[in-house]
């Protein structure tokens, strides 16, 4: 009698295949597991900062400090060397124009001066008698002229004369004839120094104006050198505020060697000093704000030293507006100084990360806000508040914005 065989239900073939598909479904949650414990990091709450990502107006600004100058400063250098003698006008002063600040000595340049004085007033004698001899000479020559006409009509009378006695046989005629020549002798005579006083006076008007030239630059040149020890004397230029003297009493003092300066009390600017990386993005006009006694002031460039030294450069900046009523030369100001205008965009404060990622890649809350995923942005400007976001985030996202430093390679921090 036949029997039925029933199939195994557990061959070691399916049981095989069974234990197979269970140990790779639990080396795969074995992994998964491991592989998510290992990126985690506890992180605590308390202990970060979030910032949320938001859309606003962007401005780009750099700070950089600037010191408050005079808007005006009037510098006085040594017209020539000298010993300091006296101090009149101590520094800080108020001084007014034409004030004796101090006055140097120099013996040598006394002397040098008395000597170019006598040689000049020596030459400007030597003109004058020039001068006078020829005035004198030109004065003879007329005088001449006067007794030559003079002649030439007594000469002219007797010639007349005599021609009427000749005619009526009262004289001989030889004694007409030498009237005659006599006349026309003194008229040639005359012709003569009348043309030499012509000549002589034109060639001695521009002796006498030559003269009178040179005796100009004569009299010039004798008040310059004596003008010399006048610049032994060093007074005020303008009125103003004494605020440096570069000088005690036996000290001294080379020709061009700084004196001192005033600055003029009609207002004030400020000379701010600028990394050179942004020298290409600095023109004149741009603006800048600072606080003070807290009021917001407004500055403008007004000039760009484009000498860089030690990695910066200098700008000087002038007030629009009302300037501070209690601001001093000297002060050191805070500016904000802006490289565009106003612009919207996606906005991420600025915190510790930047210097761990270097802007490419932050940790952003979930929803849930239980955990921070790593994830990659790209940022663009920045000012001294916020960056300016690119690409990566979106507004209303929170970011973790306080430094990395600790938490490694983590790709996701668990917030507690």
């Known amino acids: 009698m036949d029997r039925k065989i029933e199939k195994k239900k557990w061959t070691p073939k399916k049981i095989a295949l069974i234990a197979f598909t269970a140990l ?88 040098d001066v008395f000597s170019r004085e006598a040689h000049f007033l020596e030459q400007i004698n030597n003109l004058q008698n020039t001068r006078l001899n020829l005035q004198q000479q030109r004065l003879r020559l007329r005088e001449q002229v006067l007794s030559y006409e003079y002649q030439m009509k007594n000469r002219k009378r007797i010639y007349h004369q005599n021609e009427e006695l000749w005619e009526k046989n009262l004289i001989s005629e ?29 060639a001695t008007e521009n002796q006498l ?106 700008v000087d900046m002038e007030f629009v507006g009302d300037e501070p009523d ?23 404060a600025r915190g510790g990360f930047f210097q761990r990622t270097g802007g490419q890649w932050v940790y952003v809350v979930s929803a849930s806000g239980d955990q921070a995923i790593k994830r990659n942005i790209r940022l663009g400007r920045q000012n001294p508040q916020y960056f300016e976001v690119i690409e990566g985030l979106e507004p209303g996202e929170q970011v973790i914005t306080s430094s990395y430093d600790g938490f490694g390679d983590i790709d996701r921090l668990m917030l507690r």
């Open 24 to 111: 790779f479904i639990i080396f795969t949650i074995y992994s998964f597991v491991i592989s998510e414990s290992g990126s985690r990091l506890n992180v605590d709450r308390d202990r970060i900062t979030i910032s949320t990502v938001r859309h606003g107006e962007f401005l780009e600004f750099i700070p950089v400090s600037g010191t408050v100058i005079p808007l005006r400063t009037i510098y006085m250098d040594a017209i020539e060397g000298g010993r300091v003698e006296k101090i009149h006008i101590e520094d800080g002063s108020i001084v007014e124009e034409g004030d004796t600040i101090l006055t140097l000595n120099n013996s040598t340049l006394q002397l």
């Open 326 to 348: 209690n601001i001093r030369r000297g002060q050191t100001l805070r500016i904000r100084l802006a490289l565009g205008a106003l612009e919207d965009a996606i906005l991420l």
């Open 174 to 202: 030889q004694e007409y004839l030498d009237s005659r020549e006599a006349y026309e002798q003194m008229e040639r005579q005359l012709m003569l120094v009348a043309e030499t006083l012509r000549l002589d006076s034109l």
């Open 209 to 314: 104006r030559h003269i009178e030239s040179s005796l100009e630059r004569m009299m010039t040149n004798l008040e310059l050198v004596r003008g010399s020890l006048h610049n032994l004397i060093l007074t005020a230029p303008v009125s103003g505020q004494l605020t440096s003297l570069n000088a005690e009493i036996g000290a001294s003092k080379s020709r061009g060697e700084r004196l001192g300066q005033i600055d003029i009390l009609e207002g004030f600017r400020v000379r701010a000093s600028i990394d050179e990386h942004y020298i290409a993005r600095i023109n004149i006009g741009q603006r800048g704000e600072f606080d003070f006694a807290g009021q917001t002031y407004t500055l403008e460039i007004t000039r760009v030293y484009p000498q860089v030294r030690e990695g910066r450069f200098e």
